[in-house]
């Protein structure tokens, strides 16, 4: 505790009271200003709980405390707009979020309290320079795709890879759950870690493994089918293909599917149609969001560490935090991935994105990278 005697001063001409000012009192919160800013400091680092034990206040002390920082760091901070925008959501806090990414500079860039088309249209109508941007990467949301035609009209908008094929192996898995229903206890301990072994790519298996799985193909000709459905489909995806050639594959690929395997791979036949143009643009531009998807590992892993955050301390959290912002000309890791490089040798034309160079000097802020998020849960900083 420290007690202060204040004078109080009367103004001559309106008769008014103040008290002596304490330029080392933030009076908002009854503390010293080293206080608050050592609040600031840890309470974005560590739980609420934890700084209010340690400097002896209440918790809903810290909150408020957290709150008025948090406003002024949004003043603060206002990341480059992205050439390849990375749109993708999490389901955190009983509510689906938009995850904004930079996926080219493997950053995170914001997270919004809701993923619906108005919410998203107006953060992605407030970017800066936004016709900078070239590449859309998301997966199947209908509004995502609706923004980016209104706003982003030179934008080329690709399907994320991993929900494409994502969806073949839900499509294996809804023929294995059938098979094994009918069978009696007997039979289904033959299947023994079948969903282990179908849903993993035939060239990750042992040789050993393969052979369990034709044994398996060869008494339940339905799981064959859907298991030879799912990698020969898979195989499209890998190859090094034109659009045009990628879609001569798939509907050779659709042909071919037997009454049991049509039935079951519909949904993704569906899709890929209402999305064709959109999915097809991967293999003119092979960008994925990969990087946005261990990101939602990331914010899970930090949510459930604090738990009972509000959204906007979550979100100050993984944007904020150790102000760990990746900019341009200052690497914070030791090396760079060979992403852009290894996408712009096998985008073909001179016409397409290309990797920019690093220029040293800069200090753009470019977001939070995933590398630096991981190490400051590794180290439990955060």
């Known amino acids: 505790m420290i007690h202060v005697d204040r004078r109080r001063v009367r103004c001559r001409v309106c008769g008014g009271i103040t008290l002596q000012p304490l330029p080392d009192m933030a009076e908002a919160h009854m503390m010293t200003r080293r206080l608050v800013a050592m609040v600031e400091r840890d309470g974005l680092q560590r739980t609420f709980s934890e700084v209010a034990r340690e400097i002896g206040v209440h918790e809903r002390t810290v909150r408020r405390i957290i709150a008025d920082h948090i406003r002024w760091l949004e003043g603060q901070h206002r990341f480059e707009t992205p050439r390849w925008l990375g749109l993708d959501e999490i389901h955190i806090i009983r509510r689906s979020r938009a995850v904004i990414a930079n996926v080219e500079e493997r950053c995170m860039v914001d997270m919004l309290a809701t993923r619906q088309k108005q919410a998203v249209g107006a953060y992605v109508q407030g970017m800066a320079n936004r016709?900078?941007?070239?590449?859309?990467?998301?997966?199947?949301?209908?509004?995502?795709?609706?923004v980016a035609r209104e706003l982003l009209p030179r934008a080329q908008v690709v399907v994320d890879k991993f929900h494409v094929v994502r969806m073949a192996t839900a499509a294996l898995e809804t023929v294995r759950k059938r098979i094994r229903s009918d069978l009696s206890t007997k039979r289904r301990l033959r299947l023994k870690d079948d969903r282990f072994l179908l849903l993993r790519r035939a060239r990750d298996l042992a040789p050993q493994q393969l052979d369990r799985i034709a044994g398996w193909?060869?008494?339940?000709?339905?799981l064959g089918a859907a298991w030879n459905a799912k990698e020969g489909f898979c195989n499209i995806w890998d190859s090094r293909l034109t659009p045009a050639q990628a879609k001569a594959e798939f509907a050779a690929w659709g042909s071919s599917l037997g009454p049991s395997a049509v039935e079951a791979f519909q949904p993704l036949l569906t899709a890929l149609h209402n999305w064709e143009a959109e999915a097809f643009a991967y293999f003119r531009h092979p960008v994925t969001n990969a990087y946005t998807e261990a990101l939602n590992g990331v914010i899970r892993v930090?949510?459930?560490?604090?738990?009972?955050?509000?959204?906007?301390?979550?979100?100050?959290?993984?944007?904020?935090?150790?102000?760990?912002?990746?900019?341009?000309?200052?690497?914070?890791?030791?090396?760079?991935?060979?992403?852009?490089?290894r996408v712009a040798g096998f985008l073909g034309s001179g016409d397409q994105p290309r990797h920019p160079p690093m220029r040293i000097g800069e200090a753009v802020e470019l977001g939070v990278p995933l590398s630096v998020l991981a190490d400051l849960i590794d180290r439990e900083a955060i």
């Not at 193909?217 to 339905?222: G, H, I, Q, R, S």
């Not at 738990?307 to 030791?334: C, E, I, T, W």
């Open 131 to 146: 016709d900078r941007i070239e590449l859309v990467c998301m997966d199947m949301w209908a509004p995502y795709r609706d």
């Open 217 to 222: 193909t060869d008494e339940f000709p339905d």
């Open 302 to 341: 930090v949510n459930r560490v604090g738990r009972g955050y509000s959204f906007d301390v979550l979100r100050a959290k993984m944007l904020f935090a150790h102000g760990q912002h990746n900019r341009r000309g200052v690497p914070l890791s030791r090396e760079r991935p060979e992403f852009g490089e």
